[in-house]
């Protein structure tokens, strides 16, 4: 799936998603814009739901992209969400997200951090020593936080090394292998003011060969007969993390989310069956599997550098601020023009951002017909961790976004003017 759901070309050869032709939208909104598909949002979160049978506990992972709109759309679909930061919180609140289908993440949460989860009625996720010890300051006396332990089963995936968190050496979670998990997890079991639901664990992102969820399934369910024998716990949750990945070209062939869920549970039945241990929840993370498909990026060509025998620069309007990725993990796209996607792609082009960085390329040898400055580009897959790792660098607005469904665009976070550049500055 490179393309939304609703993608078609209309009866005037346009790219149309969502019953709405792109050119009618950026000659509205401007350019760069993202666009988002309801229906494929709805459909992408429906089929992790549909997998699952009841016996899974889907939550999207706000990183990926946490606009207020999107996330009550993911709401409506009964998800659940996972925060990273007090920020994603306080956005997830705003936008009427339930806080018990809430689950705080990520590494180093500071004592701000757990006090406003605490509060806020959502489930954390211990993810090293240190929390220990603000949990104790934050939760009153006689009073309790629901809570999960990370554990980093020892299992590096087929991913991007920079995207990779279920190895030994990582930032994240209690390594299994060194015992610390366990002893992590039974301090959690220990504490007054913990209720320890489950354990957690989550092995990197945008993978497509999933034997390595089932090493670390193995990996976690050893670990929950150990503490079955030694202190009779056994986790209502256990967490599988995300990390499905999508396709970015049409070279890419990823599972589907039902492939990713139903694999899952058959390993947590077999594992289970195999130890004689009661059967908890699985719980799993989706976040670009649901978001990524649903979105595109549209730009404007400007500047056309051609160098003979060498390479031909087509320049957007956008780049690095809007789209880190390339850069950051040396991520793989595709491009349309959005008059003529249909036309025979003959000319190999470089499309370059307008960043001051030699390194701003959104695509390396892109396949597109003949084109001019003032044709606009649509990229595909462009709805996860790019917006949501947007910036300001070189003093440059952030793209508009508009949610399309049935033919009608809603403008969901309108596009930064030079003010906002200064909004927190103290002049």
Request: with cysteine.
């Amino acid at each position: 799936m490179l393309l939304p759901a609703t993608y078609r070309v209309n009866a005037r050869g346009h790219m149309e998603i969502g019953g709405c032709d792109l050119l009618e939208l950026v000659a509205e909104f401007g350019t760069p814009l993202y666009v988002y598909d309801e229906d494929t949002v709805r459909q992408r979160a429906r089929e992790f739901q549909v997998a699952g049978a009841g016996q899974t506990v889907v939550l999207y992972s706000a990183k990926a992209f946490a606009s207020p709109a999107f996330l009550r759309l993911i709401a409506d679909e009964g998800l659940g969400l996972d925060v990273v930061s007090a920020g994603e919180l306080h956005v997830a609140l705003k936008a009427g997200f339930p806080a018990d289908r809430i689950y705080f993440l990520g590494n180093n949460k500071s004592e701000e951090d757990l006090a406003y989860a605490f509060e806020s009625g959502c489930t954390v996720v211990i993810d090293g020593s240190y929390e220990f010890d603000l949990v104790g300051r934050v939760v009153p006396s006689g009073r309790r936080q629901r809570v999960l332990v990370r554990c980093s089963p020892g299992v590096k995936p087929d991913t991007h090394d920079f995207i990779s968190t279920g190895q030994l050496d990582s930032k994240f979670g209690f390594p299994v292998e060194t015992g610390l998990a366990r002893a992590a997890a039974e301090r959690a079991l220990e504490h007054p003011k913990l209720e320890l639901v489950g354990l957690h664990s989550h092995i990197g992102s945008q993978i497509f060969d999933l034997r390595g969820h089932v090493a670390a399934m193995q990996v976690m369910l050893d670990l929950v007969e150990e503490m079955r024998t030694a202190v009779g716990f056994s986790p209502a949750v256990l967490g599988a993390g995300g990390g499905l990945g999508i396709a970015y070209t049409e070279a890419h062939d990823p599972p589907t989310p039902r492939e990713f869920v139903e694999t899952l549970l058959q390993a947590l039945h077999a594992g289970c069956a195999e130890r004689g241990l009661d059967l908890p929840k699985l719980m799993v993370e989706p976040g670009r599997s649901i978001a990524g498909p649903a979105g595109v990026a549209l730009y404007t060509i400007g500047s056309i550098k051609e160098i003979p025998g060498v390479r031909t620069y087509a320049a957007v309007d956008g780049g690095m601020g809007d789209n880190i990725r390339p850069k950051l993990y040396g991520a793989q796209y595709e491009a349309f023009l959005v008059h003529s996607p249909e036309a025979a792609a003959d000319r190999v082009v470089t499309i370059a951002g307008k960043y001051c960085e030699s390194t701003d390329i959104l695509i390396h040898d892109a396949h597109l017909p003949a084109f001019s400055s003032g044709d606009v580009l649509c990229v595909p897959a462009a709805g996860a961790y790019q917006m949501s790792m947007a910036s300001n660098y070189n003093g440059m607005t952030r793209p508009a976004v508009v949610l399309v469904k049935d033919g009608s665009a809603r403008l969901i976070r309108r596009r930064e003017t030079l003010d906002d550049l200064l909004a927190t500055e103290l002049l």
